[in-house]
């Protein structure tokens, strides 16, 4: 099956600092790829999808200057987490849309990130 | 708008049976799916129903009937390793996926 990676697995960064997450489809190539937050206990957060080539399109309620995602190439997805606060601190994690004609999603991992 | 019901919560018991219901009202219909999700990690796809009917696999089964917008995913023999939140989402007619909130499954020996 698609497999999706993602890096750092986890990452403790201080207040006010910048972290980057990647994102990489490894077998398949993802035009479109999306960036999920989960909060301990609740459901997943559509953040915004990525398309290959063009911005992003983020979800209501999402800074997207607080949260940057370049997806450069069709195997590549980053997400950049500006000016990071201890409420930034959540599980992050990205899928992959698998090529047409499927619409299944492919998660990576997820990335945990404290904001201490 | 658009929206995914779901129980928040469902107990059972090991070795039993348990049915977690879904419906949606969403803009168009392009397939179902339901996701697994363990604490901590994220979700793993368990199945796919775009056409009407019960699509088997294994210990799991997922229904459809799009007429009353309406799935469930049947867990059978459960195992205590199928404590988890259960995750029912539709792709829409814009090809989305629309998230219902999910559900934790809670296995008592």
């Known amino acids: 099956g698609a497999v999706v990676s993602q890096h750092p697995s986890w990452v403790i960064c201080k207040s006010g600092t910048s972290v980057k997450i990647e994102c990489r489809s490894l077998?398949?190539?993802?035009?479109?790829m999306f960036w999920y937050r989960q909060f301990p206990k609740q459901s997943l957060m559509l953040m915004a999808t990525?398309?290959?080539?063009?911005?992003?399109?983020?979800e209501q309620g999402v800074e997207k200057d607080k949260f940057l995602i370049n997806h450069a190439s069709l195997t590549l997805s980053t997400l950049t987490v500006t000016s990071a606060h201890p409420e930034d601190s959540s599980f992050y994690i990205c899928?992959?849309?698998?090529?047409?004609?499927?619409?299944?999603?492919?998660f990576g991992p997820g990335t945990r990130l404290t904001v201490t | 708008g658009q929206n995914i019901d779901q129980p928040t919560e469902m107990t059972a018991t090991e070795g039993a049976i348990v049915q977690i219901n879904c419906t949606y009202q969403?803009?168009?219909?392009?397939?179902l799916f339901w996701y697994q999700q363990h604490a901590g990690e994220a979700p793993t796809f368990l199945s796919y129903?775009?056409l009407d009917g019960l699509e088997e696999k294994g210990r799991f089964s997922s229904f459809l009937s799009r007429s009353k917008g309406y799935s469930y995913l049947l867990l059978m023999e459960l195992q205590m390793k199928d404590s988890a939140s259960y995750l029912c989402?539709?792709?829409?007619?814009?090809?989305?996926?629309?998230w219902g909130a999910g559900t934790k499954l809670i296995i008592k020996p």
């Open positions: 899928s992959a849309r698998a090529p047409e004609p499927d619409y299944e999603q492919y």
């Open positions: 077998d398949f190539q993802a035009t479109t």
């Open positions: 990525s398309n290959e080539g063009s911005k992003a399109t983020y």
């Open positions: 969403t803009s168009g219909f392009n397939g």
């Open positions: 129903n775009v």
């Open positions: 989402a539709v792709v829409d007619s814009n090809y989305q996926l629309i």
